[in-house]
C-alpha cells in the first residue's frame, strides 16, 4: 500500500514534493514535515494535513514513517541521507 512519507525541508522544493504525493495517492501520503523553520513547517504540514517538527529524531524515529524525500539545501544532503538511511528508512533525493 501507499507509504507514510515525510518531507525533510519545508522550502520551495519541498512544497513541489508536497503537491507530487498529493497528486498521487497510490505512492504514498505526506504523514510529517521536518524543517528547521518551525512556522513553515507547520504552514506546509497543515496545508497536506500531516504533522510538523522541528526535530529530525522524532520524525526519523516514527515507525509509521516509511519513506523520506530529502528537499534541503544541497550542502545538507549527506546529513539528511544518512540519518534517514541509518534509520532504517527509504531515501528519495535529487541531488546526491
Given amino acids: ?3 507514510d512519507v515525510a518531507i525533510l525541508g519545508s522550502g ?3 512544497e513541489v514534493h508536497a503537491a507530487a ?3 498521487n495517492p497510490r505512492f504514498g501520503r505526506l504523514a510529517a514535515v521536518h524543517g528547521r523553520n518551525a512556522a513553515a513547517a507547520r504552514k506546509l504540514a497543515k496545508a497536506h494535513r500531516a ?3 522541528t ?3 522524532e520524525v526519523l524515529s516514527d515507525p509509521r514513517i516509511r519513506a523520506v524525500v530529502v528537499a534541503t539545501p544541497t550542502a545538507t ?3 539528511f541521507v544518512v540519518a534517514a ?3 532504517g528508512k527509504h531515501v528519495l533525493i535529487e541531488k546526491p
Fill in 1 to 3: 500500500g501507499p507509504l
Fill in 12 to 14: 520551495r522544493m519541498a
Fill in 21 to 23: 504525493l498529493a497528486a
Fill in 51 to 53: 504533522s510538523a517538527s
Fill in 55 to 57: 526535530s529530525l529524531a
Fill in 77 to 79: 544532503h549527506r546529513e
Fill in 85 to 87: 538511511l541509518d534509520a
